[in-house]
Nanobody, 113 residues
Framework: VQLQASGGGLVQPGGSLRLSCEAS????????MGWYRQAPGKERELVAT???????DYADSVKGRFIISRDNTKHTVALQMNSLKPEDTAVYYC????????WGKGTLVTVSS
């Protein structure tokens, strides 16, 4: 499975960004898809995931601000990030859980004025 992520960039506090990720290859066994992030000097952490049946899970720090969505027919997952804060600055990684864990290349999100 290959994961191709897009989006990210520089945004001011309070702004919005959208991340997208498309899975290709042997996608049949994928259940959860989602996003993790890693800020400088910190460990990688879960941001949000969505299961094939649509059940979602969010980190407490992003609840009410981020929305994860998934299109099972296109094998894509998106993360709409609203009301961004400087502490959301990190490299964001697309993740898919199948027979093993798959990771996309990270995309940098910088929230700064």
């Amino acid at each position: 499975v290959q994961l191709q992520a897009s989006g990210g960039g520089l945004v001011q506090p309070g702004g919005s960004l959208r991340l997208s990720c498309e899975a290709s290859g042997t996608v049949f066994y994928i259940n959860h898809m989602g996003w993790y992030r890693q800020a400088p000097g910190k460990e990688r952490e879960l941001v949000a995931t969505v299961a094939r049946d649509g059940n979602t899970d969010y980190a407490d720090s992003v609840k009410g601000r981020f929305i994860i969505s998934r299109d099972n027919t296109k094998h894509t997952v998106a993360l709409q990030m609203n009301s961004l804060k400087p502490e959301d600055t990190a490299v964001y990684y697309c993740h898919a859980e199948g027979r093993v864990d798959y990771w996309g290349k990270g995309t940098l999100v910088t929230v700064s004025s």
